[in-house]
């Protein structure tokens, strides 16, 4: 049974650490393990949880900054900020249903896999609102990057190195982001469409307008549907949602909802429940060109999926074999992507490479980070490639 070290504070995270690098055993790093099953599993006999690093350790709404410990749940993190009209921008989503989870995801968990949500396509993924991190190295050693301010020009930017990285080059601890005024309003204009080509023409169309579009996806069934979303304040969504309705008309039939049943709408889509994978299915992503999409779909022939990003962004759901992986490494590469085996019973994301191989120079480059940062590899071992 694997040990469970949940330190109470930064210094005992770094002291966990430093022990582990001193007798070269791996740890497997998490925060509250809502995501343990994502990419390959870390063969680990310890585990080091974030779990009890948590809190709100700064809040300046007047300055948008926001900094918690990595443990903190992301449904507080919202409350506090919800409180004074802010918001998290990229959206992260909630997966917990997903990965089978009991408890929320953590802010230290979002950031180490970058997770982003439908605003991904206009106000950027999770790593460009990170302004600060602590973290401890594969060596036991507190380490800062950015800092607590909006123009921030502090030093190399390890933020965006680590956010993303899976817990492989630092044990993040504290996390500072940059915060938005939440929305007044949203509304969405849905298109019924004949097929996947024309969805994501809409959503091209809904994009290129002048109707400053926030969110763009398309979702499976019979007669598929294109949604775009648009936000701010409430006459001006009204408005504009009526204006691209007006647009939009020559694709198929149109519709309009806004208020309650628009954000209910995108937060479905946020945490992909439109894809509607069954427990034992295996969950893919793959990244493409929007135009490329439907052409995955078609290729991949897997009977679940959801498009969005524009298009760019495609959720498949099917049978967790090495056949079906291999049809979606082959359509991912064939269309210029890459892809990512997202959930997937333990034995298959044993077998099976989660993530396209990098090219060589960069991945000689990722060799030299890699032992700077962790130089013994006790950090998530193999969580992302093996060996």
Same mark, same amino acid.
């Given at each position: 049974?694997?040990?469970?070290?949940?330190?109470?504070?930064?210094? &005992?995270?770094?002291?966990?650490?430093?022990?582990?690098?001193?007798?070269?055993?791996?740890?497997? $790093?998490?925060?509250?393990?809502?995501? #343990?099953?994502?990419?390959?599993?870390?063969?680990?006999?310890?585990?080091?949880?974030?779990?009890?690093?948590?809190? $709100?350790?700064?809040?300046?709404?007047?300055?948008? $900054?926001?900094?918690?410990?990595?443990?903190?749940?992301?449904?507080?993190?919202?409350?506090?900020?919800?409180?004074?009209?802010?918001?998290?921008?990229?959206?992260?989503?909630?997966?917990?249903?997903?990965?089978?989870?009991?408890?929320?995801?953590?802010?230290?968990?979002?950031?180490?896999?970058?997770?982003?949500?439908?605003?991904?396509?206009?106000?950027?993924?999770?790593?460009?609102?990170?302004?600060?991190?602590?973290?401890?190295?594969?060596?036991?050693?507190?380490?800062?990057?950015?800092?607590?301010?909006?123009?921030?020009?502090?030093?190399?930017?390890? *933020?965006?190195?680590?956010?993303?990285?899976?817990?492989?080059?630092?044990?993040?601890?504290?996390?500072?982001?940059?915060?938005?005024?939440?929305?007044?309003?949203?509304?969405?204009?849905?298109?019924?469409?004949?097929?996947?080509?024309?969805?994501?023409?809409?959503?091209?169309?809904?994009?290129?307008?002048?109707?400053?579009?926030?969110?763009?996806?398309?979702?499976?069934?019979?007669?598929?549907?294109?949604?775009?979303?648009?936000?701010?304040?409430?006459?001006?969504?009204?408005?504009? *949602?009526?204006?691209?309705?007006?647009?939009?008309?020559?694709?198929?039939?149109?519709?309009?909802?806004?208020?309650?049943?628009?954000?209910?709408?995108?937060?479905?889509?946020?945490?992909?429940?439109?894809?509607?994978?069954?427990?034992?299915?295996?969950?893919?992503?793959?990244?493409?060109?929007?135009?490329?999409?439907?052409?995955?779909?078609?290729?991949?022939?897997?009977?679940?999926?959801?498009?969005?990003?524009?298009? &760019?962004?495609?959720?498949?759901?099917?049978?967790?074999?090495?056949?079906?992986?291999?049809?979606?490494?082959?359509?991912?590469?064939?269309?210029?992507?890459?892809?990512?085996?997202? #959930?997937?019973?333990?034995?298959?994301?044993?077998?099976?490479?989660?993530?396209?191989?990098?090219?060589?120079?960069?991945?000689?480059?990722?060799?030299?980070?890699?032992?700077?940062?962790?130089?013994?590899?006790?950090?998530?071992?193999?969580?992302?490639?093996?060996?």
């Amino acid at each position: 049974m694997t040990q469970v070290i949940a330190p109470a504070d930064e210094a &005992g995270v770094a002291a966990a650490v430093a022990a582990a690098a001193a007798a070269g055993e791996p740890l497997a $790093i998490e925060g509250r393990g809502t995501k #343990r099953a994502l990419l390959r599993p870390v063969q680990a006999a310890r585990t080091l949880s974030l779990r009890n690093l948590s809190g $709100i350790t700064l809040y300046r709404p007047q300055e948008l $900054i926001l900094s918690a410990w990595a443990g903190t749940p992301l449904p507080e993190i919202e409350a506090a900020l919800a409180e004074r009209g802010q918001q998290v921008v990229a959206e992260p989503p909630d997966l917990s249903a997903m990965f089978g989870a009991s408890e929320a995801a953590t802010l230290g968990g979002l950031v180490a896999t970058n997770l982003s949500g439908p605003r991904r396509i206009t106000a950027g993924a999770m790593r460009d609102h990170v302004m600060g991190i602590r973290a401890v190295n594969g060596m036991g050693e507190v380490f800062r990057s950015g800092g607590r301010v909006l123009k921030n020009v502090t030093g190399l930017d390890l *933020c965006k190195l680590l956010t993303g990285a899976h817990g492989t080059l630092g044990v993040i601890t504290e996390v500072t982001l940059k915060v938005l005024p939440a929305t007044e309003a949203s509304g969405t204009v849905m298109v019924t469409v004949p097929d996947l080509a024309t969805g994501v023409r809409v959503l091209s169309a809904g994009l290129g307008s002048p109707y400053g579009v926030s969110g763009a996806a398309l979702l499976p069934g019979p007669a598929p549907q294109a949604l775009l979303r648009i936000e701010e304040f409430a006459e001006s969504v009204h408005y504009r *949602c009526e204006r691209l309705r007006e647009a939009l008309a020559r694709y198929g039939e149109v519709r309009q909802v806004e208020g309650e049943e628009s954000r209910s709408l995108w937060r479905a889509v946020r945490d992909a429940e439109p894809l509607a994978a069954a427990p034992d299915e295996a969950v893919w992503r793959v990244s493409v060109q929007p135009t490329a999409g439907p052409g995955i779909v078609v290729a991949a022939g897997l009977p679940k999926f959801l498009l969005d990003w524009g298009g &760019g962004l495609v959720w498949l759901a099917g049978p967790a074999t090495e056949d079906a992986h291999e049809r979606v490494m082959q359509v991912a590469r064939a269309a210029g992507g890459s892809f990512t085996l997202f #959930r997937a019973p333990e034995p298959l994301r044993a077998a099976v490479a989660v993530m396209p191989e990098e090219p060589q120079a960069l991945a000689a480059i990722g060799a030299r980070v890699r032992q700077v940062m962790d130089p013994r590899g006790i950090l998530n071992p193999g969580r992302i490639r093996a060996g």
